[in-house]
């Protein structure tokens, strides 16, 4: 079948712009294409845009043959053009539908869909993900979507509001920020490369520049695992701040989560119940507990975990059912930090660092940072790393770099608490893990 121009035809109205004060008015629509019937009498079908949808509704007896005949060949997901008078009809959904004068069918879709978009019919997430443009199609993902937009949007508001500004570092690095492990190698020319793993260097470095900065960019991590919230591909939301200590910037992000939580409660109401999420915003101060105490609880509840050790997912788990919502683990042992860490003036076995849960999800880890030459190229040496592999890095705390504190935070895991998705997948619009590198 031939398919239609565009032509001169431009959309005068969205789905929901339709309304029945509009009864009478000549409109052009344009969408997908979903339920087609055939009532007798007339024939209908739902034509589905961003905002919504509306009933596209054609008597028999008063229609024009050519626009019956393409009624007929249309398929669920097809992409049409409907120009039409709007009448209010009570039998409608939304009280409203559009009688077409004219359709200018702009692409066609081959049935069976791989899915089917209206969610009818349940697929396992790899299916979906295998259709991935056409799962986002649903309006779970689009809820999700928006829900992520409006998130990073109030995070760019908030930090700019705080004084920091947005830079962008580089994703191609020649050497590890951490650890050699967790690095994915790429050819770049005649050398190795690697893809970042963090923007942590960059953005201490430039706080001896611009003193506050924040940047949103991808982190990639070589890492095998497979669970719900680890992707080796994900978006972080980075900050570091001259001047500053790991409490001045614990408060920056207790500000953002609530500023956040409120703005997604109040501008995502409708998406909000599409996925049948009650948001609770959190309430200052966030609770701080130390990582003696969460041993300590935890062990009370039956799950040990020996000193200086990370909280293995088990633990967290059962930390997230005793405190819930959101809460800060502090004073971590220095062992399980990274080399950068600043160790607490009082404690040095301990780090001024901390990590932000939500329930069982860790959502962020920030700390204050070393400025102090001697002292960092101590710790790389403690975490078995040659300092001369940093010599580009170290160059930099040569020439006064101001002590400083941040954090990253992780967007989609953020995204995940936000609209309550259980898994990573369901926020990331296409995800990449040890199996999956297409679509
Ligand atoms: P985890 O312990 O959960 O593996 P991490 O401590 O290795 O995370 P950090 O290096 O502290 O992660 O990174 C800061 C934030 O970036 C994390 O708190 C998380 O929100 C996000 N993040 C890190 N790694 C991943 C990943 N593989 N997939 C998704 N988000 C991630
Ligand atoms: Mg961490």
Redesign the pocket.
């Known amino acids: 079948m031939k398919l239609d121009e565009l032509g001169n035809w431009r959309r005068t109205h969205l789905s929901n712009e339709a309304t029945p004060k509009l009864a009478g008015a000549e409109v052009v629509v344009m969408g997908r294409v979903g339920d087609v019937r055939d009532l007798g009498g007339i024939k209908f079908f739902i034509l589905s845009d961003i905002s919504g949808s509306i009933q596209v509704t054609a008597p028999k007896a008063k229609t024009d043959k050519k626009v019956l005949g393409k009624i007929d060949s249309l398929t669920q997901e097809s992409t049409v053009a409907v120009k039409g008078k709007v009448v209010a009809a009570e039998q409608a959904p939304r009280g409203v539908e559009v009688v077409p004068s004219e359709i200018r069918i702009l692409n066609l879709a081959i049935t069976p869909l791989p899915l089917d978009p209206r969610g009818r019919v349940k697929a396992n997430l790899d299916t979906r993900l295998d259709a991935r443009a056409l799962d986002l199609r649903r309006s779970e993902s689009l809820a999700i979507f928006k829900i992520r937009h409006q998130a990073i949007q109030s995070v760019r508001n908030h930090l700019i509001s705080e004084g920091l500004i947005e830079v962008n570092t580089p994703k191609i690095v020649a050497t590890a920020t951490e650890s050699g492990a967790a690095l994915f190698p790429i050819s770049y020319f005649e050398r190795e490369a690697f893809l970042s793993q963090?923007p942590q260097l960059y953005k201490e470095v430039l706080t001896g520049c611009f003193e506050r900065v924040f940047e949103v960019g991808p982190?990639y991590?070589a890492?095998e695992h497979d669970t719900p919230?680890?992707?080796?591909e994900?978006i972080?939301i980075d900050i570091e701040v001259a001047y500053a200590t790991a409490e001045d910037v614990t408060k920056i992000l207790e500000d953002l989560i609530v500023k956040v939580f409120s703005q997604v409660k109040r501008t995502c109401a409708k998406e909000l119940k599409v996925l049948e999420r009650k948001l609770e915003v959190p309430r200052k101060p966030f609770p701080r507990i130390t990582y003696d105490e969460a041993l300590k609880k935890l062990e009370q509840a039956g799950v040990k975990v020996p000193w200086g050790e990370?909280l293995p997912t088990p633990a967290e788990r059962k930390l997230g059912e005793l405190v819930g919502g959101a809460y800060f683990v502090i004073d971590w042992p220095m062992a399980i930090k990274p080399f950068y860490t600043m160790p607490k003036r009082d404690d040095p076995k301990l780090a001024d660092a901390f990590?932000l849960m939500y329930g069982e999800i860790?959502?962020?880890?920030g700390g204050t940072r070393v400025h102090q030459e001697t002292l960092l190229v101590k710790q790389l040496k403690q975490k078995g790393l040659n300092p001369q592999s940093f010599e580009s890095h170290l160059q930099n705390f040569r020439t006064g770099l101001p002590p400083h504190a941040g954090w990253?935070?992780?967007l989609?895991?953020?995204t995940m608490v936000l609209t309550g998705a259980e898994n990573?997948r369901e926020c990331v619009l296409f995800p990449r893990d040890r199996k999956r590198l297409t679509p």
């Open positions: 963090s982190i991590r890492e919230r680890h992707l080796n994900a972080s990370d990590d860790e959502l962020a880890s990253g935070l992780g989609d895991r953020l990573i």
